[in-house]
């Protein structure tokens, strides 16, 4: 039986599930609740088998539930996506990307990669996000970016990857800091020193906290950060000690007083990939920006 399911549905569908509760997700449709419960209940007729568990509390997806929603996502993304692109043709843009990147990769090369796509492309518009590993593969996977850049380390199975820019990390102290007179040093080393944590649930601190357990150690900052920025301004207020890569210190270093002492641990070095969704599911724009990154990285520049 060939089985209709309409966007309007499925968007009914998503907010179901993200609410929690029929009401709820029908005011935020500006439905009725009995509107809502009639759509989703004909697809469960459909398909034959039930998409929400209801319960007294609200509802929640079944195992089926959990399938539909995960592809009503990508379906609504790419939807929007569309649509958005079509629009921008009436103001003369002719294609659009979304990125979403790494911290560290926002502060680095990737802007300065970006400007210079967009100097050869000027009728393509690029979209440019922050986010975390996990979430950045999260949402190529599901079609709300079209692309991601970050660190190689991640899991991107389904996704194709390919190499982009890499660097080193390194401990960023005081100039009058004991370190501060090394030449290199390595993570064992750092963890005699209170230190600055740097993105919280990233995955440069979730590594962290695992070499620091490898060596019988708890990595315990005196301070969170959100952002390499802020971690730079507290190191150099001499507060702290903060893991973060060479290249996004060096530029920093003379004018606020700080170091950059190199680690020396093989897993310091990070490799940098642009990943994405297969070749046939994206646009003409999303592969060129994709080539021009790679073309960049490899010539240095």
């Avoid at 998503?14 to 009725?32: D, F, P, Q, T, Y």
């Avoid at 390919?162 to 100039?175: G, I, M, T």
């Avoid at 390595?186 to 995955?203: C, N």
């Amino acid at each position: 039986m060939r089985r209709h399911v309409d966007p309007v549905t499925l968007r009914l569908f998503v907010a179901v599930c993200e609410e929690g509760n029929i009401a709820r997700a029908a005011a935020r449709e500006a439905l009725v609740a009995s509107a809502v419960s009639k759509r989703i209940g004909a697809i469960e007729r459909e398909i034959g088998a039930p998409l929400l568990v209801r319960n007294r509390r609200g509802v929640a997806p079944t195992a089926a539930g959990e399938v539909l929603l995960r592809r009503a996502r990508e379906i609504l993304g790419a939807l929007d996506r569309t649509l958005a692109e079509l629009d921008e043709f009436s103001t003369g843009v002719q294609g659009s990307v979304r990125v979403v990147a790494s911290v560290s990769a926002l502060a680095e090369d990737l802007p300065d990669d970006i400007a210079s796509f967009l100097a050869a492309y000027q009728s393509v518009r690029v979209v440019l996000d922050e986010a975390v590993s996990t979430a950045i593969v999260r949402m190529v996977r599901e079609g709300a970016a079209d692309i991601g850049v970050l660190w190689d380390a991640a899991d991107m199975s389904a996704l194709q990857a390919v190499p982009y820019r890499s660097d080193r990390l390194c401990a960023v102290v005081h100039a009058r800091h004991p370190l501060a007179r090394a030449a290199r040093t390595t993570f064992a080393e750092t963890l005699a020193w209170p230190s600055i944590g740097v993105t919280p649930g990233g995955m440069v601190e979730s590594m962290l906290r695992r070499q620091a357990a490898l060596l019988g150690a708890a990595l315990t900052p005196r301070i969170q950060v959100a952002s390499l920025d802020a971690a730079r301004r507290i190191a150099a207020a001499g507060l702290g000690l903060a893991i973060l890569p060479v290249e996004a210190t060096m530029p920093y270093a003379g004018a606020t007083g700080l170091v950059a002492v190199p680690l020396t641990d093989d897993w310091a070095r990070r490799q940098f990939v642009v990943c994405s969704r297969p070749d046939s599911m994206l646009s003409a724009s999303s592969r060129a920006l994709i080539d021009h990154l790679r073309r960049r990285a490899k010539a240095g520049g």
